[in-house]
């Protein structure tokens, strides 16, 4: 080979390899950024020429080919997952591309509390800046309808717990979710019930359920509190418990129980109407569902609050009156 030939190929290898280097050097270096973070969404179907594009397009400063070929480089541009991602400064091309090839999605989270009702619930969902919205529009029934729940009242059906989501998901898969985990829950404490429950379904049991954890303060009173309900429903005693009557009267309810409230007759009138109500109050938690299934053995018919958060037990009805002058009038025992 002339020696000019192989002076111009080891002039190339030079130049190749220097250009390697350098692009080496630069997939390391932090990445200059319009902002401390830095959000941007790769969309369905996209390409890694396409996710370069909206890298920069959101604020991070690296040219789309630049990314792409280092990409390329790197063995990462064939596979890309879809999804929002979150940047901070000082992420490199690299890290970047890493981040895109294995999915690391930007998440959010949502609190629903135990004891929340529905209401409460859709209202959170529906204002989640990280949610896609596409339930506003619908009516209850409708909602239901699109997440495939055979109930016709939302009341109860949705599972009370912190739930962590992709960000930009939709509103309707999150509202299917916690209505899919609580139909676990339920269909799980339903097969470990007592076997002498006063209960004929599970839905009777997510009713109770949703009673248990509006009256009760204390976790560690739940199955006694259960017990008073269920010795009442054994021996058909109206279950006269506030927190469904204040339910049945909805926005209207002014924010104190007084007399005419338990004497206004309507479906969650328990004062008035034997038997469960019609539906859930509230969205029980996993610990008021198994006392609902399971309640802990007593005699116990009435209880009445402290006022410290717990509840003093009575089997009798001049006890608990004792109770309820010591508890709640001021008047001793």
């Not at 200059?32 to 830095?38: E, L, N, R, T, Y």
Request: charged share 25%; aromatic share 10%.
């Amino acid at each position: 080979m002339p020696s000019f030939l192989i002076k111009s190929v080891c002039a190339l290898l030079a130049v190749v390899s220097a250009l390697s280097a350098g692009a080496w050097w630069y997939a390391h270096q932090p990445l200059p950024m319009q902002s401390q973070v830095i959000e941007f969404t790769v969309v369905r179907g996209a390409g890694m020429r396409q996710a370069a594009e909206a890298v920069a397009a959101a604020g991070v400063g690296v040219p789309p080919a630049a990314l792409y070929w280092i990409a390329r480089f790197a063995g990462k541009a064939d596979r890309i997952v879809a999804g929002s991602y979150e940047v901070a400064k000082g992420i490199s091309a690299l890290e970047l591309i890493e981040k895109i090839h294995r999915g690391e999605l930007a998440r959010a989270t949502l609190m629903i509390p135990e004891g929340w009702t529905f209401r409460q619930m859709r209202a959170a969902i529906e204002a989640h800046p990280y949610l896609v919205q596409d339930t506003r529009s619908l009516a209850d029934d409708e909602l239901l309808t699109a997440i495939g729940a055979r109930e016709r009242h939302p009341e109860g059906l949705f599972y009370p717990d912190t739930y962590v989501f992709d960000r930009h998901s939709s509103a309707l898969e999150l509202f299917r979710q916690a209505y899919l985990a609580m139909q676990s829950q339920l269909e799980r404490v339903w097969e470990e019930r007592a076997a002498d429950l006063p209960l004929s379904s599970p839905y009777d049991a997510l009713i109770l359920a949703s009673i248990v954890e509006k009256e009760t303060g204390r976790v560690e009173e739940r199955g006694l509190v259960a017990s008073v309900f269920a010795n009442r429903l054994r021996i058909g005693m109206r279950l006269q418990t506030d927190p469904t009557v204040i339910y049945g009267f909805g926005d209207g309810f002014e924010g104190r129980l007084r007399r005419h409230h338990l004497q206004t007759d309507h479906d969650y009138n328990t004062y008035l109407r034997e038997g469960l109500p019609p539906t859930p109050i509230a969205l029980p938690g996993r610990a008021a569902l198994q006392a609902a299934v399971r309640p802990d053995e007593s005699e116990y018919l009435y209880f009445v609050a402290r006022g410290d958060g717990t509840s003093e037990f009575s089997r009798n009805l001049r006890d608990h009156n004792r109770a309820v002058n010591r508890y709640q009038r001021g008047r001793g025992s």
